[in-house]
Structure formats: structure tokens, C-alpha cells
């Protein structure tokens, strides 16, 4: 029996926060202080010295990953993926434990990951060839397939640094995907990316697992995590919870997702950026200012997020804010955002309002969907939460036939027309 591609044992990784640190001070200062105070200069370290907490961002995952197996690393924000697929990428030490890869790794974890901002593209993935010790002409025989694949031929001799956000993922994963890595490493960048982009990426991970070739999938999109991957870990608090078959491993995490949209959206800790900005309540509004549960479909409604920031924002700061609404499996079905509806904002108070009116309402079938909600400041991620709220759809006679929708996914407004019968439609067309 051959030896496994990925072998985790014991695998624990510690951070410290919460340690303060005094601004630094010269040393005829220090002197001072130290002479005219010693017993409240030792109690002051004692202070800082208590005043770090320990977290744990894994604890004592263990696993074994087969060549050729597909396997989804799922869980909340803050539960440990991104942590452990850096450890696996060779870009964090890990505390405890120990990671043995055996074959050669391409790694896409976080948008520009592995590129040089000042070199262009073209130079770019020959580095990134390189530093996965392939030669000059295998990536030479790969390079017109990336380039087709990213679709950044136009901006090759352009420094990378210059790349929005979605072209940088593009080139990455290109550039991950077609150097024949013997295992393919990607977290959840994917969702920068467009649709039709997801699309071929979903199926570029799909040709390379049926090579034979190990992936690690890090995703929110559970319906792509199932068709996928055959194998799920499901990961809480850093620690591996479940291991199995991946549709168990996404209804299990489907379950904690749920119980989630009950919890204090201000009291969550698993978000994302830097907390510059941060949503700390939403809600549905009627047109009447009501707070309201639900809506029925295609009923205009406004969603209403509440936010509080660290400090003011000035009006030379481009801020973006957007929310999406996701069926059970975490697929979008829609995304709303400032920029695509011509909006600006002009700088921040230290709280206020987000509020989006939606004046065709939404034509989903009566439910409950997860909303997902984020805030961009300039080039960096405020916030980000996944299932900040619920949106539930109540039913309702959208056609107004006495009848309520029985089936599909989506609700529309329509009318029919019967035929004519034969004779009538000859003799009117004769």
C-alpha cells in the first residue's frame, strides 16, 4: 500500500493576543521611569505579562489524505481552515504536531499569494514555476494554457501590484492549477471570482482530481464541496469534528450554520477582516418603517444594516458594502452591492445605517435563506460575516388566482393564453 499524500498528526497551532504594548521610549526615559518607580515598573510587567491570552486556532487535528482523494475542509469562520491549509502550504509553523506532504504542492490561499506585486504577470508564473521546482521549459509548455485560462493576456507585462482583486485570483489559480502540482491546495479566494469563472474552476479541479492528483477544497459553497469532494472534515473551534463522506460532513455543518443566525450578530466571532467597520444587526423593513419577519415574494421590502466603526471614516475612503442571499447549500442566489447600483457613500460616522430597498422584492418560493453580509474600506476587508441573518419568504398569490406556488425555486408574475382551436385558427389564417 503506498504511502498517503498528506499526513496530520497531532497538528495544534497557538497564537497570543490581547498583549499591550507601551509605545517605544528612549533610554534616558526608561531610565527615569525605572529609578523614580521600580515597584509599580515590575507590577506594569506583571500587568502586561497577564494581559496576553493564549488561542488556539487548531488543537489536535489529525488526519490521512489518500493520492488521487478530494477532500472539503468545511466550517464556520474561525474555525481553523485557513490556518491549517497554511501550515500544509508550508507558510505557518505550526505550535504542536507535525504535517508530512509528500509530493509537490501548488497553493492558491489568499488573493496575490505567492506573487511578487512588482514583477509583472508573465514573470510572475515563472517564479511560481520555479518555486514548485519546475523547469524553464515545462512551464514554458504550460504558459499559453494559464494565460488563456486567467484571462489577463492583456495586462502579461503589467506589474501584478496594478491587478484588481479578481485578476490576481484568476492568474493564481491558473497558475496553481496547470503546473502539475501533485497536490492542489485552494481556499475559499474562489468567491472573488465570477460565476462563469467559479464554473471553470470547479471544473479545472475536477480534470486535475481525475488525473490523480490530490486537492484540498476550503469552501462556503456547500453544493460545490458535494459534487466535489468525496470525503468532508468538518472543522469547530479548531478542532476536526467530523470526518467522513461529504454529504454527511455538509449537513452536519449545515446545522451549525442554522443554530448560528440565532446568535447576537455583535457578539460573533466568526467574521472576518479587520474590524475597522463591523455590521452588528440586520433586519427587514417594510415601506411603513415596520420591522417585519418576512416578505412575501416579489414584495418590496428594504434590508436594513446597523453598523459601528473604531473611529470615523473620511470622504476619500471608497467604501463598499454589500449583502448576499444564499439557498441552504451557501449558493448565491442574489448579490446586492453599492458600486453595481451606481452608489457612494462619503465617509462614515462612528454608527449609523446601511439600508438597501429591493423594490422588486425577491422571487424566491417560500423559505428561509441565510444573508451574508460584508464592508469594504478602500483595499481592505472590514467585515465579513456568513449567515448574519435570515430572510424568510412567507407564501403569498403572486398571480392572483386564489393559488399559492407549489413548486420550483422561484416565483414569477404570469398569464396564459389557450390556444384556438384548429378550425378557427385555419379559417383566420386562410
Known sequence: MSEPAISVEGLSKRYKIGLATKADRNLREAMADWLSAPWRRFRALGEAAGAAETFWA???VSFQVTRGEVVGIIGR??????????????ITLPTGGRAVIRGRVGSLLEVGTGFHPDLSGRENIYLNGALLGMTRADIARQFDAIVDFSGVEGFLDTPVKRYSSGMRVRLGFAVAAHLEPEILIVDEVLAVGDAEFQKKCLGKMDQVARGGRTVLFVSHNMAAVESLCTRGILLEHGRAVYDGPSGEAVGRYLRSMESAIAEDLATRTDRK????????????????GRRVGSVGPLEPFSVVMQYECDRSV????????AFSVNDQY???????DLPTA???????DRAGRFTCRIDSGVALRPGRYAMNTWVRIGNDLADFVVNAAALTVHEADVVGAGRLPVA??????????????????AARTA
Not at 77 to 90: E, H, M, P, Y
Not at 408 to 425: D, N, Q
Open 58 to 60: 487548531l488543537k489536535d
Open 330 to 336: 451557501a449558493g448565491q442566489l442574489y448579490h446586492f
Open 273 to 288: 477582516g479587520d474590524g475597522a467597520c463591523r455590521i452588528v444587526d440586520v433586519w427587514l423593513e417594510a415601506d411603513d
Open 408 to 425: 420550483g425555486r422561484l416565483c414569477a408574475v404570469y398569464r396564459w393564453r389557450t390556444s384556438e382551436p384548429a378550425k378557427a385558427l
Open 342 to 348: 451606481g452608489a457612494t457613500i462619503k465617509g462614515l
Open 77 to 90: 469562520n474561525g474555525a481553523g481552515k485557513s490556518t491549517l491549509l497554511k501550515i500544509l502550504s508550508q
Open 314 to 321: 473620511g470622504p476619500d475612503r471608497a467604501i463598499e458594502v
